[in-house]
């Protein structure tokens, strides 16, 4: 799709972000997250990208491994939604893919699968230990645990017990250590629970839950350069901006006390103002909800956001700038390298993981 706006994506950000996350966890293995097209930074380049770095990969669902196969990515993919067919057990065979098994209709689909997989399937099995997403419940690890080591389409030494936590961004909620307990006790019911490959963390399990590293570690949002925590900044964890949305000027105005700005006429200008209008808006994956006063960077100075987000288009006021310092064409930073795009998120009232997504999917990426 050809517009104005573009994200430019910045691969020493992505290297820098990921050895982070070994830093933080150094005895792990690290499964770098890129699911959702790598949280809109393109799957394929950030895989390349990673590929010296990460130990594998994990992406949502078996397409988007497919894809990677496809382009050439030969390290281990871990399939987080596990498979939803038996199809999906075909490819995973023929393209070497970790499989979640997270429910017992993937139980059935492994024991209906008619072709012996020469080496077994690589699984991941998942515990619901507080989230109710997926998993078995906890008092099923150890029955599953045992029929899928005994299973003749599973390769046993290569089992990897996991679970997803659901609040470790929130460094004082109590539910994230009553997790990390009910996973404790769910591997307690296993044979030899002190060989157990375990995987737990995600980015906020990474920086802020030390107990939660295990063996491998699944970072996603931190890859990207967005601080897994509302209440810190992604320079606290020393993490760059992996993605940054610019889009051009295309006029600039002069307007008079009292006059409206935008649909709906939501903001009156309070003084003879000049405003600069950026073409970017929600279809440009800029969040439609950015309230009056999110900034915008624009030629290394912070300008503010006026009025409602249009569908290609945004007011900004500019008044604080001297005239020379200001143009037509020049091009504005609505969030990345300078404005973290946490920052945006929080004023349109949502997280980073949305606004990157949509911007991947809306925008011409570089
Ligand atoms: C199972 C699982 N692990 C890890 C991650 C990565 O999470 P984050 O992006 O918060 O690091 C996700 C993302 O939602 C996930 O679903």
Known sequence: MKRSSRITIHPEALQHNLKRAKQAAPNSKTLAVIKADAYGHGAVATAGILYEIADGFAVSCIPEAVELRDAGITKPITILQGHQSADDLRAAAH?????????????????????????????????????????????????????????????????????????????????????????????????SPTLLTKSIANSAGILGWEDSHSDWIRPGIMLYGSSPFATSHRDEHDLKAAMTLNAPIIAIHDLKKGDNIGYGATWQCPTDMKVAIIACGYADGYPRHAASGTPVWINSEEAQLVGRVSMDMIVVDISHFEDKNIQVGDLAELWGKNLSVDRIAQSADTIAYELLCNAGIACERI
């Open 95 to 191: 393209f070497d893919l970790r499989l979640t098994v997270h429910n017992d209709r993937q139980l059935s689909l492994l024991d209906q699968y008619s072709h012996q997989h020469k080496t077994g399937f690589e699984v991941n099995l998942k515990i619901d230990t507080g989230m109710h997403r997926l998993g078995f419940h906890p008092d099923r690890a150890a029955d599953v645990f045992q029929k899928l080591s005994s299973h003749s389409q599973v390769n046993a030494d290569q089992l990897i017990l996991m679970t997803h936590l659901s609040c470790a961004d929130e460094l004082d909620n109590k539910i994230t250590k009553q997790q990390l307990t009910c996973f404790a006790d769910a591997e307690k019911g296993i044979a």
